[in-house]
Each structure stands twice: as C-alpha cells, then as structure tokens.
C-alpha cells in the first residue's frame, strides 16, 4: 500500500513535466555520485566534483519535495 506521500509523487510523475525534469536530474546525479563511489581513490578535482553534485541532488530533492508539499495542500 503506497502512503499518500508516494500517491502525490506518482501522480506528479504522471501530470508535470518540472517534476520529472527534476526527477531525471536526481537520478543523472546519484549515477555520477555511483561513479564516483566506486573508485578507490578520488583526485581533489573529484572530490570537489563529488561535492558539488551531493549539493545538487539535495537542492532537486528540495525542490521536488516542495512541489509534493504544494500539491499535498492543492
């Protein structure tokens, strides 16, 4: 059984487009972090990279999370 939660993302999924830009930016953000996590040892240049993109994801998190927040009260 979804939470209602879940119930507003899937029909956010299914009715905007900002949210599912948001959505695959998410997803490109945590495959480079995935890319990054699996090397044994990152460059400085790759660790200021990895944290840049942990910013990034959060700042699509929030973003996505507002727009559930908005719809909930719609």
Do not use: C, G, N
Not at 36 to 53: C, F, G, M, P, V
Request: hydrophobic share 40%; no cysteine; proline share 1%.
């Amino acid at each position: 059984m979804s939470s209602p939660t879940e119930a507003i993302r899937e029909q956010l999924m299914a009715s905007s487009e900002e949210f599912q830009r948001l959505r695959e930016e998410h997803a490109r953000y945590a495959y480079q972090l995935d890319q990054l996590a699996a090397k044994t040892y990152l460059s400085e240049q790759e660790q200021i990279e990895e944290l840049r993109l942990k910013k990034m994801k959060l700042r699509v998190k929030d973003q996505m999370e507002m727009l559930v927040q908005k719809a909930r009260v719609a």
